[in-house]
């Protein structure tokens, strides 16, 4: 239908989809949602309009609407625990903006990771709308270990006496147990929030730690290690439930994406099968390989390596910078993105290192040995930055290499999709 109507963006979409097919997608960030996920993402729950909350809309013919809000909510309780979750914020920035709006009055201190250290835009970048609204303090990481300093955050904590600390970060390859960060948020009397945008599928599968009994709040997003819809979720303790979905309608949204809950709720129903566990599992062990394979390849690694999915590579001693790294890469059609490592002396458009995680590939099926020869050909690119027709001859190795584990034609068994 969609070629006959618009043969254009029919084009570009087919397109993207040999794209993701024939490249390595090592964005950490990135994962290939399910075809059930984007079969309900896609339905005629689009057309419908349901402001408020189940069982009480502002519109009429919300039965079907309720139902699946119902379900999808009863799903992610299951899944992580939670005494309330709302399902119907729109992104991981919309997440955490409505949770500033329900604890917060304008100019209340917020402390959180510096950006260039980890943090998130949505944890108050200069220009961005909490740093507008509310008093934005930072801490920073360790240059000694480029670990959380926990004492330095207790400093900062008492000093500052911020109404809210944010604990979670876009590129930290660590694990962050959440009880030190639960005492230094009850020594100054602040709320305490979990960003876990991108560790919640590590969560989920029970790989990660539970930062649930710990924080107030805690946000995450469905489409990355989740690998659901591009969607968020909020969950909170009971006591702040009403603040937390006042806060999200009307507060900070309109209709809610009814579509995108449908889709959410069979990413939870996917996350809950015992096959997720053995996925989640996979994702780490795939980065410890890749992570010791970069290191043999003799790259330095932030932290000296990773327990998480992702990885962040330190190019400072490479002569090279992130950005010239990404766009070299991406020639052979290995996908990563350029950032910042703790203390860059580099701007976030140029940066000094790589940021490269394992979700995507191995929902592909991807296993150790694959990452063994990926880390292999990434040193290879990297070490020889002049030298294009390693670059030409890697890519045919990468494109080989998709072949075997594709995409959306057939799925492998087994923790890949349920089969
Ligand atoms: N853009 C996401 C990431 O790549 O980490 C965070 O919002």
Redesign the pocket.
């Known amino acids: 239908m969609l070629a006959r109507v618009d043969s254009e963006i029919e084009g570009l979409i087919m397109r993207e989809l040999h794209r993701q097919q024939n490249t390595l997608m090592l ?4 994962n290939y949602a399910s075809p059930a996920v984007l079969e309900a993402q896609s339905c005629v729950f689009n057309n419908k309009y349901a402001e408020g909350y189940i069982a009480n809309r502002y519109y009429q013919g919300c039965r079907w609407v309720d139902e699946v809000e119902k379900i999808c909510i009863e799903r992610a309780k299951k899944l992580f625990g939670a005494e309330h979750i709302n399902v119907q914020t729109h992104s ?2 919309g997440a955490n903006i409505a949770c500033y709006q329900a604890l917060l009055q304008p100019k209340d201190k917020i402390l959180s990771l510096d950006l260039r250290q980890g943090g ?3 944890h108050g970048k200069e220009g961005s709308l909490p740093f507008n609204f509310y008093t934005i303090v930072n801490y920073g990481l360790s240059r000694k270990t480029e670990l959380f300093d926990l004492e330095e955050v207790r400093r900062v904590a008492k000093k500052e006496n911020p109404r809210l600390i944010i604990v979670g970060t ?2 930290y390859p660590r694990k962050i147990e959440f009880g030190p960060w639960r005492e230094i948020a009850d020594e100054v009397g602040a709320y305490l929030m979990a960003d876990m ?2 560790t919640i599928g590590l969560i989920a599968g029970k790989v990660y730690p539970d930062p649930v009994p710990y924080a107030d709040v805690v946000t995450a ?1 469905t489409q ?1 290690t989740l690998r659901g819809p591009r969607g968020a979720f909020i969950m909170c303790r009971k006591e702040i439930a009403d603040r937390i979905d006042r806060a999200v309608f009307p507060g900070t949204q309109g209709g809610p994406f009814i579509h995108i809950i449908a889709a959410k709720a069979v990413c939870f129903k996917e996350a809950m099968d015992s096959s997720f566990k053995n996925y989640a599992h996979q994702i780490i062990t795939n980065s410890r390989f890749l992570a010791d394979g970069l290191m043999e390849e003799g790259f330095k690694l932030v932290t000296g390596g990773t327990d998480t999915h992702l990885i962040l590579v330190d190019l400072s001693s490479k002569k090279i910078t992130g950005r010239q790294a990404a766009l070299l890469l991406e020639e052979a059609g290995i996908v990563v ?1 350029k950032n910042c490592i703790p203390f860059d002396p580099l701007p976030p458009s140029i940066t000094s290192g790589i ?1 490269l995680g394992t979700p995507a590939l191995t929902t592909r099926g991807m296993r150790e040995s694959e990452m063994k020869l990926i880390a292999h050909w990434i040193g290879q690119i990297l070490n020889n930055p002049q030298k294009g027709r390693i670059r030409s001859k890697i890519k045919l190795q990468v494109e080989d290499l998709c072949h075997s584990f594709p995409i959306y034609e057939t799925y492998p068994a087994g923790y890949c999709y349920n089969s």
Do not use: C, F, M, V
Request: without cysteine; positive net charge.
């Open positions: 964005i950490p960030s990135e991981g920035t998130h835009l949505s876009s590129s945008a991108h997003t990355k993105n940021r």
